[in-house]
């Protein structure tokens, strides 16, 4: 739709307006295209970028609190639905996870996530030494056993955004080239100064929400990943520390975990290391090398095989560990899909669903108050 600005100049005009090409953004124009609603998708790079592109695709769920577990189940369910109409479009592998217990003490932690997953009906099984190591050869002698979450699974995050924004264009949704400066009344001003209008604008572009909104808390935070080249069958499952949650949270400081993914394709992918505040692209060999000596501490036999690619990316971080999902409280008609940090390929389905929900009056199936942008941002007047 064209709308005449009172300069004379025109304008397009969506129902929706969607600030990012992400995996978020790429949900939430599904989610309202398939509602009926004209949707429009402003992205300045290629779509899964960005933070998408430096995501494991782990769709997992977390245990950190009810709200996050609630989350990520939900969002778990709309997955598994999802990849069911065409799983090679995703590289979907349903592997599964371990949370390793390297010692005596984390074992001791493994019963109660076990009872924690069971109350919420989500399968897992205490695994000893003997049935990891069945499970798991490569991994390093010693180790105590683990938890075996045989429902999650990994997805390749680029492929899903662009099939999720495939889909939403079958409904009419349109993918606009070109990068979001400012928000003014009933839209967003382009860089080349163009206005583009939405009855709604959904700002789904992580961590560089603050851009247009920097009163939203949401602070960046770097992690490298490491690819290798083909080895089919050296790990099964997604094999990640029982540390990792309390690094994944931490509030400062620089961390890394264990945290190692098969691939559909044979390759391992190699994680996950966590810098606040720092905003470069550029490879930081020092985290990098203290993320892959994690990884060999686990498995020794990363040593003999090749990589042959690393990169990082942008995780957005809130102060309370969940995501930004639904109305700005201070500015009309902008509504947030951020700040997802870690979680963002596993909760996009479930946080658009959840915008949608409270944008078309629906129910939610889940509940939404502990994920709304209130909690963390106080009411005050934008120009």
Known sequence: MIAILSNGASAMSFDVLIVGA????????FEFAAAGLSVGVIENDVVGSGATAAGMGHIVVMDDSEEQLHLTRYS?????????????????????????????????????????????????EILDASQLYALEPHLSPGLAGGLLVPGDSVVYPPRSAAFLLKRASEYGARLLKGTATRLVPGGVQLADGQIVQGGAVVIANGAHVRELAPEVPCRPKKGHLVITDRYPDFIRHQLVELGYIKNAHASSGDSVSFNVQPRSTGQLLIGSSRQFDIESSAIDYAILSKMLARALDYLP??????????????????????????????????????????????????????LAAQMLARTPEIPIEPYLPSRVLQEVKHA
């Open 301 to 354: 036999g990363l040593a003999q095989l090749s990589c042959i690619r690393t990169w990082t990316g942008l995780r957005a971080a809130t102060p309370d560990g969940l995501p930004l999902i639904g109305p700005h409280p201070s500015r009309s008609g902008v509504w947030l899909a951020t700040g997802h940090e870690g979680l963002g390929i596993t909760t996009s389905l479930g946080t658009a669903r959840l």
């Open 76 to 124: 778990q369910m709309l997955w598994d639905t999802l990849v069911q109409e065409a799983p090679e479009q995703h590289e979907y592998f349903r592997c599964g996870t371990i949370w390793i217990a390297a010692d005596e003490e984390e074992m001791q932690a493994v019963s109660p996530k076990h009872a924690f997953y069971s109350q919420h009906g989500i399968p897992s």
């Open 22 to 29: 992400g995996i978020v953004g790429t949900a939430c124009a």
